[in-house]
């Protein structure tokens, strides 16, 4: 991601809700406080944060950062958007008054190595691929999305996002920093998954 990010943003609080760089989040928009902070992005950069929510009614400090790329406003007031995934990002300082918002800082994508990430990349790729073979449903057109992906941390965070169910391991994955245990986990998860296919 090349863009500068903003100080702070809109956070909007969901449980079970992962969003991963590069990915597309329906959201529908109907509580006054996410309306708020939906006016208030589209006035100006169009991006907002969203964040886990904990159990103990906290906010998870590892958030993924979106823009609005479409945005349906309903007579009613509520809405229906579409946010795409830009960056991890650590949010700090968060207050809750008209709506959440947060500081933020970016997070992640650490690749020391790229030579391993590669090589975990191609075995990923390859155990993908076996999947594809098994029956295993894709969207479409993701064969030739990923084939257009250059960085492994993009590359995993696609695959995850569209192929790893659980809501704690999604979580898992988008605050893991280090892009080779994130490609190593996908690896364990999609082996997990061609097993149960056959």
């Known amino acids: 991601m090349s863009e ?21 989040l329906p959201l529908y928009i109907f509580e006054p406080r996410y309306r708020r902070m939906v006016e208030a992005a589209l006035a100006g950069d169009r991006m907002f944060a969203v964040a ?14 979106g823009v609005v790329r479409a ?26 008054k008209p709506f959440p918002k947060a ?7 650490e690749d020391p190595d790229p ?18 073979k098994s ?3 894709m969207p479409h057109g993701f064969d030739g999305y990923l084939e257009g992906i ?4 993009a590359y995993a ?13 999604r979580r898992g994955f988008l605050e893991e920093p280090k892009v080779v245990v994130r490609l190593a986990r996908l690896l364990h998860c999609l082996v997990r998954q061609l097993q149960g296919a056959g």
């Open 71 to 96: 945005c349906v406003a309903n007579a009613d007031g509520t809405s229906n958007l579409i946010l795409q995934g830009l960056s991890r990002v650590r949010v700090s300082g968060l207050k809750m």
């Open 157 to 169: 965070d696609a695959i995850a996002a569209a192929f790893v169910p659980d809501p704690v391991e």
């Open 4 to 24: 500068n990010l903003p100080e702070s943003v809109g956070v909007m609080i969901l449980p079970g809700v992962t969003l991963f760089p590069g990915s597309l």
């Open 103 to 109: 500081r933020i800082e970016r997070f992640g994508d």
């Open 115 to 132: 030579e391993v990430s590669g090589a975990l990349r191609a075995e990923v790729q390859n155990t993908f691929g076996q999947l594809r």
């Open 52 to 65: 886990h929510a904990e159990e103990d009614g906290g906010v998870a400090a590892i958030a993924g950062l």
């Open 135 to 137: 029956g295993v449903e």
């Open 150 to 153: 250059h960085s492994a941390g």
